[in-house]
């Protein structure tokens, strides 16, 4: 075949795209041909590509091919165009949504028809917007399982906040009502991060949200360790602090592994660690529980190792020390308002550099 040749037989398949006629473009590959393509497979033979090209028309109706250059060189044909159309049924992404994307098609053509065919189409910025989509759709649903972040209760007051370091994190809280005006919380933090870990945190969370209500931290957290194991992630745990308020300000409590809660007050603070291991990871682990008495205007704060790991622009962890200097200088602050003032510090401390944890905080005081 002569230059001018190819170049007419690539014309007709151009014709072909325009007015989408799948049959015509069939016709421009010899009966025994192989192509090879990044939705359909290995197609062998004319019937199987004009079927393939007919499906492919019917999902994008306005699909356009654009040949941009034509390399030739003995019998071989480098096709570089631009494929673009609108996912109208959301095949990659969101329906309705215009896509454009760069295309490579290597050719071997012989007595004027394509005998082989490579498709290498340049989906990483199409698939890339499915992914963000996805990501949005499962960060509003994470927060749509997180409870009110505002919480006034007969004798407290509360407030949490979470910030994923991705779109969607592993950290958790929750709240529990309990009978006799009791008012229970959780915080928990999945080892890992992103979807993984949001999936392992939703399932503990859904665990913990069914638990006996007449049933103590320590015996929650160790029915919760015991359905986490009948369904273990290798590599996978929790961290988790599941606590009780009662009317008359007794707070009961147990640690499974999780940074110490915070209790401060006019007479000075106690860092809250009875309790047991991490969840998920060890058969026939006990966990004890503590009760403490909250004087009025105490405030107790649960967060995740993000708060007291976040890294400075020179290297220097947060840590607990300055988390305790905050809330010593904060004490009049309602619980939204500290649980705003802590977030930000951290944030400010951490400037400069990437957010490489979830960020979670929650404040309860004794009104």
Partial sequence: MTADDTRSLFERRQRAWVTRDAAAL????????????QIA????????????????????????????????????????????????????????TPFQFPVVVLHTVRDNRVVEERRIWDFS????????????????????????????????????ASVPCRSIGGDF???FARPHGEFAWALGDVA????????????????????????????????????ML????????AT???????????????????????????????WLRQGGTVLGMFDNVTFEEETVQLARGDRLVAFSDGITEAVSA????????????????NLDLSPVALVARILEIVQQFAKGTAQNDDLTVLVMTRT
């Avoid at 010899?30 to 192509?35: K, L």
């Avoid at 009948?230 to 745990?237: E, I, K, L, T, Y």
Wanted: hydrophobic share 40%.
């Fill in 41 to 96: 497979g290995t197609l062998k033979g004319r019937a199987a590509v004009e079927q393939a090209q007919r499906e492919l028309f019917a999902s994008f109706p306005d699909l356009a091919m654009d040949q941009n250059e034509l390399l030739l060189q003995d019998g071989r044909v480098v096709m570089l165009g631009r494929l673009s159309g609108t996912d109208r049924g959301g095949t990659f992404t969101s329906p309705g």
């Fill in 314 to 329: 020179d290297g220097i962890e947060f840590g607990e020390d300055r988390l305790l200097s905050c809330l010593r200088s």
């Fill in 125 to 160: 910025g199409f698939l890339l917007q499915r992914i963000q989509r996805d990501l949005k759709v499962a960060a509003e649903i994470q927060q749509m399982l997180f409870p009110q972040g505002h919480v006034v209760g007969e004798g407290f007051e509360v407030a949490a």
């Fill in 173 to 175: 809280f929750d709240y």
């Fill in 230 to 237: 009948r369904r273990a992630v290798p590599s996978r745990f």
């Fill in 26 to 37: 069939a016709a421009t590959y010899a009966e025994d041909c192989v192509v090879e393509t």
């Fill in 240 to 270: 988790v602090v599941f606590a009780t308020l009662s009317r008359d300000g007794r707070l009961t409590y147990s640690n499974a592994g999780h940074n110490p809660p915070l209790v401060v007050g006019r007479e000075g603070h106690r």
């Fill in 192 to 227: 890992g991060k992103g979807p993984p870990a949001a999936l392992l945190g939703a399932s503990l969370q859904a665990i913990l949200g069914v638990s006996p209500t007449s049933a103590g931290p320590a015996s929650i957290l160790t029915s919760a360790n015991q359905a």
